[in-house]
């Protein structure tokens, strides 16, 4: 998808070099005429490829030993299942690695090896919409997206800036062992790499929607997620007293988000078959990702972009309440403290409704007791609090808790 986002692109000076012109506009491209243009078992043909290729193997040693990476067996194996089976005919050549890092985002690399971000798992509300971000990355390879970026940003610019920017793979790739965000901005060069025109976007979507339509997903899921997309940048932006605007974002895509999501709605409508059934795997999907869950909100709510993390929060909600999301939301109001808006309250609340659910995490007693010791109701602080150590007797912050109850 090349949903490049800021935070990665921060002084990445270079992306402009790479950027590409913007097509003026154009009709709808037609996911029936989305033939992959690389069959199973491809391999570089031309010398200029074949170069890019070996940078390219290195680039996923690099990936695939970094410390960033969730390397859980059966997710991976979860994930891998996916491209298998919305990856066209290269779908059993491909590699998908998830990386640990809280934003929307997944970038194919030009030798058909994937990179998802945790915070796209976060995201995802079933199955159907994974498998259309994977397919989307899909359509990149088989159209062979990145080898035609690749001839136009050496064509468009001096040949030097573009070998620096291969050049730099490596050394961005680097910050994946580390976490160093130095080096990953110098990852968002790279990425910028793979930031495609509308057109190449466009016949992204054209395939990746026909790819999981054929694989039995509803279609629907891949426009879906572009309205949450949109929705999600919207309450960010509110949040923040600003327009939706950041920079180098997603959101500079072309074409842009609004058009992306109602083209495949129309393209959703074609490659429905009449009489199939679809489905969108959400049992599935939660299965899936279940056992990091918890990590995947709290990676979310650390970023501090409340506006984003309710969106997030009250998405997944639709699907049910439960004691960890009504945790999430009372950390996210807690964490921004703002004392006009009575956040504060609004946390309180929060652990209130949170500890009401069976599947409360243990912090949310904590939390709550510690709103009911503020509150001046010592009793049911106490409680509180003798529910959190029961259910983490060896938290770090035990002996503490317990010194609170005994004052
Ligand atoms: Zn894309």
């Given amino acids: 998808m090349s949903l490049v986002t800021r935070r990665f692109l921060l002084g990445a000076g270079a992306a402009a070099s790479a950027s590409v012109v913007t097509g003026t506009a154009q009709a709808r491209i037609l996911p029936r005429d989305m033939v992959p243009l690389i069959g199973p078992g491809y391999r570089a043909v031309d010398p200029d490829e074949k170069g890019l290729w070996q940078q390219m193997e290195r680039v996923e040693e690099e990936v695939a030993g970094s410390n960033i990476l969730i390397t859980d067996p059966k997710l991976t194996h ?8 919305v990856g066209g005919p290269a779908a059993k050549d491909m590699r998908i690695y998830l990386a640990h890092i809280p934003e929307f985002n997944a970038v194919m690399f030009p030798t058909g090896f994937a990179v998802v971000f945790s915070g796209l798992l976060l995201r995802m509300r079933n199955e159907a919409q994974l498998a259309g971000v994977i397919a989307h990355e899909s359509g990149h390879f088989l159209r062979k997206h990145q080898l035609r970026q690749w001839r136009d940003v050496k064509r468009k610019s ?15 790739v680097a910050g ?24 190449l976007e466009a016949e992204a979507d054209a395939t990746g929607i026909r790819l999981i339509a054929e694989a039995g997903y509803a279609p629907n899921a891949m426009p879906e997620t572009w309205q949450q997309l949109i929705a999600e940048e919207d309450l960010s932006a509110r949040y923040r007293r600003k327009r939706r605007d950041r920079g180098y974002s997603l959101f500079e895509t072309h074409p842009a988000p609004e058009a992306r999501m109602a083209d495949l709605r129309i393209s959703a409508a074609e490659v429905t078959v009449p ?15 279940g056992a990091i869950r918890p990590m995947l909100i709290d990676d979310q709510i650390k970023l501090n972009d409340p506006g984003a993390s309710l969106y997030i929060v009250e998405t997944l909600a639709r699907d049910g309440w439960n004691g960890q999301l009504r945790f999430a939301e009372a950390e996210i109001w807690r964490l921004r403290g703002d004392i006009k808006q009575h956040d504060a309250e609004r946390a309180a609340q929060g652990y209130a409704a949170a500890v009401g659910y069976a599947d409360a995490p243990p912090d949310a007693w904590r939390w709550h007791g510690v709103m009911l010791q503020k509150a001046g109701r010592a009793a049911d602080a106490r409680a509180a609090y003798a529910r959190y150590l029961a259910l983490a007797p060896n938290a770090p912050d035990a002996p503490f808790v317990r010194q609170q109850m005994g004052s």
Wanted: aromatic share 12%; hydrophobic share 40%.
């Fill in 275 to 289: 009489g199939k059934v679809y489905d969108d795997h959400r049992e599935r999907y939660l299965t899936a990702i």
């Fill in 176 to 199: 994946l062992y580390t976490g160093d965000l130095q080096q990953l901005a110098q990852l968002g060069t790279i990425l910028s790499l793979f930031r495609y025109n509308r057109e």
């Fill in 78 to 85: 979860y994930l891998q299942g996916i491209i298998g089976h």
């Fill in 158 to 172: 001096d040949i030097f800036s573009a070998l620096s920017l291969v050049g730099g793979m490596a050394g961005g």
